[in-house]
Antibody
Framework: QVQLQESGPGLLKPSETLSVTCSVSGDSISSSSHYWAWIRQPPGKGMEWIGSIYYSGVTYYNPSLRSRATISVDTSKNQFSLNLSSVTAADTAVYSCARHVVGSNPCDMWGQGTRVTVSS | EIIMTQSPGSLSVSPGERATLSCRAS??????LAWHQQKPGRAPRLLIY???TRATGVPARFSGSGAGTEFNLTISSLQSEDFAIYYC??????????FGQGTKLEIK
């Protein structure tokens, strides 16, 4: 059974760097079939795709976040991570990780998300 | 960016009744449209992909329809476990996924 589990800081101050990690079990992050994605949902708003990474390190980002977002993969730990720099209150959200098959395919497995609040 | 717009924002329906949720894309996504269900504190679950194909284990009361820019998710006879938030996702542009803002399905 594939499971994705996010972990994160909970609370950050403005201008800090957000770091969240997704631990994958039941599947290999080195699978040639899948990309691994970060998606966030601010309070009261819809979901926003942040970006996706392949095990080789190939990444795709939402252009609106590309300048601040870095997604990386650690195949030895079967994890992938998101760093988001220079956060503001607008980055307050539930951050979720997900899996999608290579190519035009939807997210087919999700984590339950970790809430991150940016506040001074 | 392909903008996804869902309607209504919330819907109150009695158990046993039928519910229809809508999703509109700002440009054609062909049939590259999925529906996800999310319950409080739980991971979202893929329900429908390819606009109308049910994912593994999804009950037959869930059906999807549409193509191009207009899509519907219909739940034929609502069960208590169906009350949740539903999101549509386009994956036509798989280098820039986008989601609708969600429809909250509530018990009437």
């Amino acid at each position: 059974q594939v499971q994705l589990q996010e972990s994160g800081p909970g609370l950050l101050k403005p201008s800090e760097t957000l770091s969240v990690t997704c631990s994958v079990s039941g599947d290999s992050i080195s699978s040639s079939s899948h990309y691994w994605a970060w998606i966030r949902q601010p309070p009261g708003k819809g979901m926003e795709w942040i970006g996706s990474i392949y095990y080789s390190g190939v990444t795709y980002y939402n252009p609106s976040l590309r300048s601040r977002a870095t997604i990386s993969v650690d195949t030895s730990k079967n994890q992938f991570s998101l760093n988001l720099s220079s956060v503001t209150a607008a980055d307050t959200a539930v951050y979720s990780c997900a899996r999608h098959v290579v190519g035009s395919n939807p997210c087919d497995m999700w984590g339950q998300g970790t809430r991150v609040t940016v506040s001074s | 960016e392909i903008i996804m717009t869902q309607s209504p924002g919330s819907l109150s329906v009695s158990p046993g009744e039928r519910a229809t949720l809508s999703c509109r894309a700002s440009q054609s996504v062909s049939r590259n449209l999925a529906w996800h269900q999310q319950k409080p504190g739980r991971a979202p679950r893929l329900l429908i992909y390819g606009a109308s194909t049910r994912a593994t284990g999804v009950p037959a009361r869930f059906s999807g329809s549409g193509a191009g820019t207009e899509f519907n998710l219909t739940i034929s006879s609502l069960q208590s476990e169906d009350f949740a938030i539903y999101y549509c996702q386009q994956y036509s542009d798989w280098t820039w996924y986008s989601f609708g803002q969600g429809t909250k399905l509530e018990i009437k």
